[in-house]
């Protein structure tokens, strides 16, 4: 062995001093580089586990949020059919009140005409005969100014 250590020409106290050095330039390391590193990367590793949880929490609520706005869709169709169908009735018995209603107004302004009419026939029959009585008036007293001339 002493002719190893002779032959590379290995020093004890140059070997203790290096290993000294070593330890101390760890221990630094260790204390300034390793540890903040690590309590770094642990931070680090925490933010994206939150991350993690974070997106599947909001992948759920987004999943149920899809599901409920389907049901809403299909609960918005049916209450519009419903609307709708409910609208054709009131639209249908308008129509019929107002076929009812323009029914009876024609068949009382027809009554009405009826009425005028009939006047209006004994107005004329009236004076067609004023008329006639006044011609004849008229005739008789040309009839009677010829014997007389």
């Avoid at 918005?76 to 609307?83: E, Q, T």
């Avoid at 308008?94 to 027809?110: F, Y």
């Avoid at 009419?117 to 010829?146: G, P, R, T, W």
């Amino acid at each position: 062995m002493d002719s190893l250590i002779s032959t590379f020409h290995i020093d004890w106290k140059i070997i203790i001093a290096q290993a000294v050095n070593f330890a101390i330039v760890f221990v630094v390391l260790y204390i300034f580089a390793l540890k903040p590193l690590v309590k770094l990367m642990a931070e680090r590793a925490e933010k994206i586990a939150k991350g993690i949880s974070d997106a599947k929490k909001s992948d759920e609520l987004m999943k149920t949020v899809a599901e409920e706005q389907k049901e809403n869709i299909i609960k918005l169709r049916k209450m519009s059919i419903d609307a709708q169908k409910e609208l054709k009735k009131d639209l249908q018995k308008l129509k019929e009140e107002h076929v009812e209603e323009m029914t009876k107004d024609t068949e009382e302004w027809k009554k009405n005409r009826l009425k005028q009419m009939e006047i209006d026939k004994q107005v004329l029959i009236e004076s067609a005969k004023k008329d006639v009585m006044h011609l004849a008036v008229l005739a008789a007293e040309k009839i009677m100014q010829d014997k007389n001339r």
